[in-house]
């Protein structure tokens, strides 16, 4: 199974026009993504800024939008020339759900939950290190729809509730033990707090969702 997740950029003015559109939109656009191959979507929203987590069943599944969407995004230059979405690299993944059956089978999802952050620049490799650590050395220890992608110096960070996880601690890469015991002290320091949010989100602010399935 292959997790993405992307960021995108509404155009300046045309937010509302945007709502509008994907509202108008998501019945087709959601029967093209499963024919495409995409199991579950969702698209999150912060300001301009929009955040958005797929499952796929291969790895060859392409992300887009709906046209009247699509024009009311600004524009990501690419190589081979113009995207209206940039993938965000994965971080973090407390599991890999290699699994489907498993992963999905019967289960409902009551909530997907996803949250913003800003990351200080200076701690990026720091961040990084100690999220690969726990990632290997305590794998799979939480919830196994956890998921943290990165973008230049934002964070996007996806789960579901009720959490699922392995009550076996599984075993990842390391062989280590250099995950902190006192994790949070030692993360909040990796972040620029969000001034206007409430104490509970000053660091990981949680978005509005405007499209899931």
Known sequence: MNRRMYRAFIKRGMANDFLAALEHESTEWELSLIDCGALTSSV????????????????????DWPDACRN??????????VRWSIPMLDVFHDSTLSNLDSHRGERKAEERIGSLAVLRPNMYSSYIFYHYQ??????????????????????FSYFELPAIKDDRQQMGLLHTKNTPDLWHEVMYPHFIPWHDAAAEEKVWRRMEILFSY
């Open 44 to 63: 999150y929203c912060y300001d301009r800024m929009l955040f958005i987590y797929v499952e796929a069943e291969t790895d060859n599944f392409v992300w």
């Open 134 to 155: 726990k990632q290997e050395e305590q794998h799979e220890s939480f919830n196994q729809t956890y998921l943290i992608g990165a973008h230049e110096t934002y964070l």
């Open 72 to 81: 009311l995004l600004e524009v990501w230059p690419d190589r081979s020339g």
